[in-house]
């Protein structure tokens, strides 16, 4: 049950596992105030724990019994159920959007029906294709922790993007009727520094086996993939939505992905 009142920053972290996955932490955590759920992008990279680290131990196991094709389509399925392809939805609805929208209204209204267009269903096919596609050519021995690092590096990247943009449509018309907290003054260099301590497990990785993490600037284009993504909604809705939130997530994710691949078989790289 949720009531309405202020809330703790516990609160916030069992808000956020409920809202980014479909695990029944409601019957773990009960009463969590409504309140609590306005926050639940600032720990976005927290569920990521649960999240990626689900996509990374079920490619692990899978692996020890099935090829890495076969052990990668069960990951993904892993994490599809996990959040019950939370974030996929927004990404069909996004391309929906700004596919088949001219003006801002349009996109707004296409992108709050919640019947899949042309535009989503192409752009999930291409998504998914060439995000398995690129794990499947990513180095094997330290794919698990790839597939880790991704999940929680893009949601860090993208979560500043409510610090960034206001939300485009006025609150009591968001789809999930509740709108996250834009922070303002002193409380945004808080708000910009949870998810980089989220960030432990990757920088454990770094201060344990630094000779397998990937150049600096693989790190540094999902940041600039988001700020892109952010001059773009700017430029065409004045303001994000949650679907918004979803399809910079992915989008992001794919980048590192992508650059990360590029990084092991460019040879100019």
Same mark, same amino acid.
């Given at each position: ?60 196991? @899978? ?32 391309? /929906?959007?700004?596919? #088949? +929208? ?10 709050? /029906?919640?019947?899949? +267009?042309?535009? #989503? ?20 021995? =330290? ?43 002193? =409380? ?7 998810? &980089? ?8 990785? #770094? ?5 397998? &993490? ?14 892109? &993504? ?8 004045? #303001?994000?939505?949650?679907? @918004? ?25």
């Amino acid at each position: 049950m949720i009531k309405q009142s202020s809330s703790s920053i516990s609160d916030r972290i069992w808000a956020a596992l409920m809202f980014f996955t479909r695990l029944p932490f409601w019957k773990i955590r009960k009463n969590v105030p409504q309140e609590a759920f306005r926050h639940v992008v600032e720990y976005w990279t927290l569920s990521g724990w649960l999240t990626g680290g689900t996509l990374a131990v079920s490619y692990w196991l @899978c692996a020890q019994i099935f090829p890495t094709a076969i052990a990668l389509l069960i990951a993904l399925a892993a994490r599809l159920l996990l959040t019950g392809a939370f974030h996929e939805d927004g990404l069909a609805d996004f391309m /929906d959007g700004f596919g #088949g +929208g001219h003006s801002r209204e349009r996109i707004l209204t296409i992108m709050k /029906d919640s019947h899949i +267009g042309t535009f #989503g269903v192409l752009g999930l096919v291409l998504y998914l294709a060439l995000l398995y596609t690129t794990w499947l050519h990513l180095p094997s021995h =330290n794919l698990p922790f790839y597939l880790f690092a991704g999940d929680l590096y893009a949601k860090a990247c993208s979560s500043q993007i409510i610090c960034r943009l206001p939300y485009a449509r006025p609150s009591e018309d968001a789809k999930i009727r509740t709108t996250y907290i834009r922070p303002h003054g002193r =409380n945004i260099l808080p708000y910009l520094l949870r998810p &980089l301590a989220q960030l432990f497990p990757i920088y454990l990785w #770094g201060a344990l086996c630094p000779d397998q &993490l990937p150049a600096i600037w693989t790190w540094l284009v999902p940041l600039l993939c988001v700020e892109v &993504l952010i001059r773009y909604l700017r430029k065409r809705i004045q #303001g994000y939505t949650g679907d @918004c939130c979803g399809a910079v997530f992915l989008i992001t994710e794919l980048s590192f992905h992508l650059t990360l691949l590029a990084f092991f078989h460019s040879p100019v790289i």
